[in-house]
């Protein structure tokens, strides 16, 4: 079974950096297209920042130059470095990956992590 498992969040202050990451185990052939969202308190979750698999990027306008998405495929681990980080920034964070399975041929996933809270002081 594969499992997305996310870094401890934590308080950070505003102005602050924090580097989650999301670690995939498994059964797993190929992690495709990997990202980040994130669902602030009586909103909707929405998409953060996504990688593909040739390392093609994409970010919400809101965090343009402050965010930063990576991976490392040998690790089967996707980061997200975040800077200048914002009350409004806070939210509870989700990994989310387009996941192959192993042995080739048993289909293409979606998967999420559990989530980790990112309270933002201001």
């Known amino acids: 079974q594969v499992q997305l498992v996310e870094s401890v969040g934590g308080l950070v202050q505003a102005g602050g950096p924090l580097r989650p990451s999301c670690a995939a185990s498994?059964?797993?052939?190929?992690?495709?297209?990997a990202g980040w969202y994130r669902q602030a308190p009586g909103k909707q979750r929405d998409l953060v920042a996504s990688?593909?698999?040739?390392?093609?990027?994409n970010y919400a306008d809101s965090v343009k130059g402050r965010f930063t998405i990576s991976r490392d495929n040998a690790k089967k681990t996707v980061y997200l470095q975040m800077s200048s980080l914002k009350h409004e920034d806070t939210a509870v964070y989700y990994c989310?990956?387009?996941?192959?399975?192993?042995?080739?041929?048993?289909?293409?996933?979606?998967?999420w992590g559990q989530g980790t809270q990112v309270p933002v002081s201001s």
């Open positions: 989310h990956a387009h996941i192959s399975l192993r042995p080739v041929g048993r289909g293409t996933y979606d998967y």
């Open positions: 498994g059964s797993i052939f190929s992690i495709n297209l």
């Open positions: 990688i593909s698999g040739d390392g093609s990027t």
